[in-house]
């Protein structure tokens, strides 16, 4: 639940690059739950990391601006970016 919740954060445009709001209570209760400290760290830290994937991640689309503007090879669009990044982000 809390890779998801994570996932959900980083993914929403306010919160962009790091699972702000959700680490906060998310440490306490995996601790509490018995989960070791490096382990849900490294739960939270990853989850971050995977909901950069997602849409509307404010990571991605600026990605996706920087190569249109580029213009090298073939034409980048920011939605083949968030159909590409579906499978990987489950």
């Given at each position: 639940m809390v890779l998801v919740v994570c996932a959900l954060f980083t993914?929403?445009?306010?919160?962009?690059?790091?699972?702000?709001?959700?680490?906060?209570?998310?440490?306490?209760?995996?601790?509490?739950?018995?989960?070791?400290?490096?382990f849900s760290l490294g739960l939270i830290t990853t989850s971050g990391s995977i909901g950069l994937l997602f849409a509307p991640s404010l990571p991605l689309i600026l990605y996706g601006v920087v190569a249109q503007?580029?213009?090298?090879?073939?034409?980048?669009?920011?939605?083949?970016?968030f159909i590409a990044g579906i499978l990987p982000g489950f």
């Open positions: 993914a929403s445009p306010a919160a962009s690059g790091s699972p702000s709001c959700a680490w906060r209570p998310a440490l306490p209760a995996l601790i509490q739950a018995g989960y070791p400290e490096r503007q580029l213009n090298i090879g073939q034409p980048v669009s920011i939605g083949d970016l």
